[in-house]
């Protein structure tokens, strides 16, 4: 990779909740980066299509070995967004877990259904963009 360029990934798909409203699912929407490349990074979503009582937020998850990975943490804001539209990237976010090899950007979704939750759906599109070391 030359330096100082950006890398840019596309991804779209399909984000669900458990039907409890206690669960928080990440659905990862990027294949597995390496952190070593990267101190940073950042994601503009498109909310698209919810099924109802969805609420979602950015989130990453970093792995050693590319199969296990640890429990995803959001990034860029801790608010979830319910409205369907664009929710634009802010700062580069820092590659917090340096010391992991592999991470991968997706969102966090919960369920806000009220009596008797089911589970949800939404359709998000993410362009996220790597800040080369």
Known sequence: MSCGSKKTKRARGGVWTAASTSTVVFVALTPPVRTADYSGFRATVELRASSGDIEVRRGVSYSNDGITWDTAVNFGS????????????????????????????????????????????????????????
């Open 78 to 133: 801790s608010s979830y967004v319910t409205v369907a539209g664009f929710d634009y990237a802010g700062a580069y976010t820092t590659v917090t877990s340096p010391s992991k090899q592999f991470m991968r950007l997706g969102m966090q979704a919960r369920n806000a259904g009220a009596a008797s939750p089911i589970v949800e759906e939404m359709l998000v599109s993410m362009t996220a963009e790597f800040k080369p070391r």
